[in-house]
């Protein structure tokens, strides 16, 4: 398993750059402009991938990163290569579209600079870890993941068919949910963490 989860990273992100690089290829204006963002998304990502800190304190991942990051590939996919429903003129619903894809990107990049050091895309604690409460982390415990969810939402939403739907709907949500339940069995190891969460939801406030 560990080599899988050093091996897959690299693997998942080849994998992406080919999908995105063929939307680039055959897209056109706005579709363009959003596979576009969401390479560059994925490049601001990719040095967090592979940061290593001394002072990892470790974690149990349960294979979530490969379940979550497959899905992740699967919507990209889907959403590239599957045909869509419609072609949409419509340049209301494109920018609609689009805005909600920049903002669930915009707000998932604020949410790991908000937490610095102790993001990261492994699950693990440092040594020194601390509790962050500011900014969106005042609203739920994983922004990170919401603004995964809504950016998604957007960018599945301008190349829309039914795989790409299902893949959304049926393989990154309950990847996120199982990776946030994952993820809270070692964060509610740390001091503060239990306390932290019963004050604020998971994902969506006031609602999980």
């Known amino acids: 398993m560990k080599r899988l989860e050093s091996v897959f990273p690299p693997l998942l992100f080849l994998s992406g750059l080919a999908a995105l690089g063929h939307g680039l290829a055959t897209g056109t204006g706005v579709v363009r402009v959003a596979l576009g963002l969401y390479l560059v998304w994925t490049l601001l ?13 470790g974690g149990d991942d349960a294979a979530s990163m490969p379940l979550y990051g497959l899905a992740r590939g699967a919507v990209v996919a889907s ?24 903002a669930g990107v915009v707000l998932r990049l604020g949410a790991i600079r908000q937490l610095g050091r102790f993001y990261s895309h492994k699950v693990r604690t440092l040594t020194d870890h601390m509790i962050v ?6 609203l739920v415990r994983h922004p990170a993941y ?43 190891e740390l001091t503060g963490y239990p306390d932290y969460a019963r004050g604020r939801k998971r994902l969506v406030p006031a609602v999980w």
């Open 146 to 188: 919401s603004g995964m969810v809504v950016g998604h939402i957007g960018f599945v939403a301008l190349l829309l068919n039914p795989v790409s739907l299902f893949a959304l709907v049926g393989l990154l949500v309950p990847a996120i949910v199982h990776r946030i339940r994952v993820e809270e069995r070692t964060l509610m």
């Open 133 to 138: 409460r500011s900014g969106p982390y005042r």
């Open 45 to 57: 990502e990719l040095r967090i991938t592979f940061r290593v800190h001394p002072g990892d304190a």
């Open 79 to 102: 959403a590239v290569f599957v045909p869509p429903l419609w072609a949409p003129s419509d340049a209301v619903f494109q920018g609609v579209a689009l805005a909600v894809f920049v």
